[in-house]
C-alpha cells in the first residue's frame, strides 16, 4: 500500500520550481494557475527571491503548494501515473495537509492557493512580531518534551506542537515561555534544544485568532470528498468527509501535527511505501518513524520519470 505525502512550511527554498518548470509545460501551467489565483507573481519570487520575501508565511504557504502540486501534475499527465490509483492515502505536514487534499480533488489548485495565503497572513497576523518563538527539542519523547512545555509555561502558552519523529519534537509559545522549555530540554536529558527561525509560533493557542480566520474562509470554500481518504494531522487517523475535514483543518491551526502517529497508523494499516512530493523533509522522518517502509522523495523530473516506471 501506498500514501502520497506533502511537506510543510521550512521546506521552501529559493530556486524552487525552476528546473521543473524549464522542463515541463504542465509544471509551469500549474505555476501560472497560482499566479492567477493570487494575482500575484509568485513563481518569480519562488525562482527569483528574495529570500526573506519568499520566506514570508504568506507567501511560504503556497509556494510550497505550488510547487508539490507541479510535482504531482507533472507525473499524472506525462508519467501516466493517477493518485486514485497508485495511492490509499495522502497525507500532509501542516499546510501540507491543504497540498495532499488538492492533490486528491477534494479542493482546487485556486482555491488552495487562496485558502493558503489567507492561513499564512492570518498566523501571521495573530501574534506581534517576536512575542512568540518556536523551539525543537531533540533526544527527548513525546511525553517528556509534553511535560517540559507545561513546566515551561508559568501562565503563558507553552505546547508541543509538532510531533515529527522519534526524538523530535517542536514547542511554540510565547517568547520566554519557549526560552525556558529550552534551557529545561537541556537539564532534563535532551540531546539538543533551540529556537527555530520562524516568524510566528505556529500551532499552539496563541494562534486561535487564526483558526477563526479559517473557520470563516473554509465555510465558504468548495470542498468535496477525497479520491483517497486524509491521514488528519490533529487525530492521525483517516477522514473523507468534507464537513469532518473542514472541522479538522480549523482545529489544525492550534492543535499539535501528530506526524509521528500518522506515519505509525498509516504504517499499521499496511502503507508500506511513503512518497513525499515537491520536498525532502518527510522522508528522512517516515524512515525514523517506520524503518521498514520505503520512503520515495520527488522533485526533480528525473525523480518524476524514475518513480513513473517503478510504479
Not at 109 to 130: D, F, K, N, S
Request: glycine share 8%.
Amino acid at each position: 500500500m501506498r500514501a502520497f505525502i506533502f511537506p510543510g512550511q521550512g521546506s521552501q527554498s529559493v530556486g524552487m520550481g525552476v528546473a521543473l518548470a524549464g522542463a515541463s509545460a504542465v509544471a509551469r501551467e500549474t505555476f501560472q494557475e497560482v499566479d492567477e489565483a493570487l494575482g500575484q507573481h509568485l513563481a518569480r519570487l519562488m525562482a527569483e527571491g528574495p529570500a526573506d520575501e519568499l520566506m514570508l508565511t504568506e507567501n511560504a504557504q503556497p509556494a510550497i503548494m505550488a510547487n508539490a502540486l507541479a510535482t504531482l501534475r507533472v507525473l499524472e499527465r506525462e508519467g501516466g501515473v493517477r493518485l486514485a490509483d497508485k495511492a490509499e492515502y495522502v497525507a500532509g505536514h501542516s499546510l501540507g495537509e491543504y497540498s495532499a487534499l488538492c492533490a486528491a480533488d477534494a479542493v482546487k489548485l485556486a482555491e488552495t492557493a487562496r485558502l493558503l495565503r489567507t492561513r499564512g497572513q492570518a498566523m501571521q497576523a495573530a501574534v506581534p512580531v517576536g512575542a512568540g518563538a518556536m523551539a525543537a527539542l531533540l533526544g527527548l519523547d513525546f511525553a517528556a518534551a509534553r511535560q517540559i512545555a507545561a513546566d515551561a509555561a508559568e501562565g503563558q502558552v507553552c505546547e508541543a506542537a509538532n510531533d515529527n519523529a522519534p526524538g523530535q519534537v517542536v514547542v511554540s509559545g510565547d517568547r520566554a515561555a519557549v526560552e525556558r522549555a529550552v534551557e529545561l530540554a537541556k537539564v532534563r536529558g535532551g540531546k539538543r534544544a533551540m529556537l527555530l527561525p520562524v516568524s510566528a509560533p505556529f500551532h499552539c493557542a496563541l494562534m486561535e485568532p487564526a483558526a477563526r480566520a479559517m473557520e470563516k474562509a473554509l465555510a465558504s470554500a468548495a470542498l468535496s470528498a477525497p479520491l483517497v481518504p486524509l491521514y488528519a494531522n490533529v487525530t492521525a487517523a483517516p477522514v473523507a468527509d468534507p464537513a469532518a475535514i473542514r472541522t479538522l483543518l480549523v482545529e489544525q491551526v492550534t492543535g499539535t501535527v501528530r506526524w509521528r502517529e500518522s506515519v505509525e497508523a498509516m504504517a499499521a494499516a499496511g502503507v508500506d511505501h511513503f512518497v513525499e512530493f515537491g520536498g525532502k523533509v518527510l522522508g528522512p522522518m517516515v524512515k525514523r518513524i517506520a524503518p521498514d517502509a520505503v520512503a520515495t522523495s520527488v522533485v526533480t523530473m528525473d525523480d518524476i520519470e524514475a518513480l513513473a516506471k517503478a510504479l
